[in-house]
């Protein structure tokens, strides 16, 4: 349970953060000039860097730098079978409740407020009258009880519609006949596209298990509820693996699969600059798991507004190339070279979000600070410390001032530096301001240009975090600065 004061210092954090994204140009609300459209967002000038530094380095991490690795990249609109197959048709639904009275519509299974549910699961026998409901292969149920978070009205059969099962696919049509044959959904998940192509992908690579599959991509959903700024959209992007390993005799030869991932997973926090003691990898408990699932971990972060779902983890069986197999009816067994066994893979499946990645580098990052200033009086300054890797500007150079002379050294060392590293130039305001502007998006370094430049030959570079400066000749700079960004 956050405490009221906690929550009020994180709506505040959250706040911030948003306005500071759009003032500075990472993330705008989507159709602006239009009034906007509710939940939707554009990455502006610094957000697409941030968004493409964190599926850059992602991809070398986990496909390029990997032998046992290989990456895919998949249509958004795939053939209506695909979801049938897989179950989403069906089951890929939350559970929705509307209020009667002011037509406010809730997810059932997520924290309203003053609306509670509980969550009651049902062996297939008692799925009776009573709103039954089946979500990831499981039978449920919902109670409810409380109130309406908006309009106060008892959570009760006059006041309340029952849990209903609302599917998230978003459907669009295919040619310009709007007709049932023509029906198909944007997909909800990347996953899919990597069942679909595995033996495309077996025969063409010749990859002996284990081996990974990996994406990144769209996914669309139409959320019930989206909000808290890019934490739930209806479009989003995933950066999804599919692991397949043989067929396991015993347990322990999908878990050390499993620890790996999880350990990758980890890793990859750590080095997002994630501070561990918000993270919290729980295990769902079996009987909420999907019937198929032998374990599956939801890696938890302590958002401003509560703990939430950061990414996926999960041990899948051999579920989705089984039920590609039934449903296509092609043969996907794989062949063991050594024994001529066939059998379906197994598979492990880590997926990591990209906004909400985007969300915790931001919350993580930001701090507010006293600096000491010239006349003794402290100076508040907002700082993104993003690890260096995260950063969207890495660099700044700045001229004392707007004066030819320095404009005319400054401009090729710009042209220079930016060949080799994401740069800015900026010649206008106060230094202190400049500086401030670029602790705010978290550059790691400026460089100023004064007027001994122009004699030594030699810049001031400034460090974001520590505030210090050296002095550094200008044929170091490039060297310098790959020292300083080097992995
Ligand atoms: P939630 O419980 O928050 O709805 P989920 O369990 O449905 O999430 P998955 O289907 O496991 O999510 O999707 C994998 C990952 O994709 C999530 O861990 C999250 O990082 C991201 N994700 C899922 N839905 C959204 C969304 N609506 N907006 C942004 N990111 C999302």
């Not at 990249?73 to 979801?83: F, G, N, R």
Request: aromatic residues 12%.
């Amino acid at each position: 349970m956050i405490s009221k004061k906690t929550e009020e210092q994180g709506e505040n954090k959250m706040e911030k953060i948003i306005s500071l994204c759009k003032r500075r140009g990472f993330v705008f609300p989507g159709s602006e000039i239009y009034g906007g459209l509710a939940n939707s967002w554009d990455f502006g000038p610094l957000g697409v860097e941030l968004k493409n530094n964190i599926k850059t380095e992602w991809w070398n991490r986990f496909v390029r730098r990997r032998a046992d690795m290989v990456g895919i990249e998949t249509a958004l609109i795939m053939s209506p079978k695909v979801w049938e197959a897989s179950g989403h048709l069906k089951e890929f639904s939350d559970p929705l409740v509307e209020c009667k009275k002011c037509h406010s519509r809730f997810r059932a299974d997520q924290d309203n407020g003053s609306l509670k549910a509980e969550l009651v699961f049902l062996k297939e026998a008692e799925a009776d009258g009573e709103n039954p409901m089946k979500v990831s292969g499981k039978v449920v149920r919902y109670r409810l009880s409380g109130k309406c978070p908006v309009c106060d009205s008892p959570a009760d059969a006059d006041s309340f519609t029952s849990p209903a099962s609302f599917n998230l696919m978003l459907k669009t049509f295919l040619g310009p006949a709007q007709e049932k044959a023509n029906e198909v959904y944007f997909r909800p998940e990347t996953a899919q596209g990597m069942f679909v192509n595995f033996k495309n992908v077996l025969n063409t690579t010749r990859r002996k298990l284990p081996f990974g599959i990996a994406q990144i991509g769209k996914a669309f959903r139409n959320e019930i509820t989206p909000g808290n700024f890019i934490f739930r959209t209806r479009e989003f992007e995933q950066m999804e693996i599919e692991y397949f390993i043989p067929e396991p005799k015993a347990d322990h030869d999908w878990q050390k699969y499993f620890e790996h991932w999880k350990n990758e997973m980890k890793s990859w926090l750590r080095d997002l600059g994630v501070s561990e003691s918000r993270l919290h990898f729980e295990d769902i408990p079996e009987g909420e798991r999907a019937h198929y699932s032998k374990r599956t971990m939801d890696v938890e972060y302590d958002f401003p507004f509560g703990r939430k779902e950061l990414y996926g983890l999960a041990y899948r069986g051999n579920f989705d190339l089984s039920a590609h197999a039934q449903g296509s009816g092609e043969d996907l067994q794989y062949t063991d070279p050594e024994t001529g066994a066939k059998f379906i893979p197994h598979v492990i499946e880590p997926t990591w979000g990209v906004e909400r990645t985007a969300l915790v580098a931001l919350l993580e990052a930001y701090s507010e600070e006293k600096t000491p200033s010239t006349d003794g009086e402290g100076e508040a300054r907002t700082v993104l410390k993003f690890p260096f890797w995260l950063a969207p500007v890495k660099i700044a150079v700045l001229p004392l001032s707007k004066k030819e002379e320095l404009s005319a050294f400054a401009k090729p060392l710009f042209e220079t530096l930016i060949q080799h590293f994401a740069c800015e130039y900026d010649e206008t305001q106060s230094i202190g301001k400049r500086y401030r502007r670029q602790d705010e998006i978290g550059t790691p370094f400026c460089v100023t240009v004064d007027f001994d430049s122009l004699k030594d030959r030699a810049v001031t570079v400034r460090h974001r975090d520590t505030m210090e400066q050296e002095r550094v000749p200008i044929e170091n700079l490039v060297a310098h600065f790959s020292e300083k960004f080097a992995r």
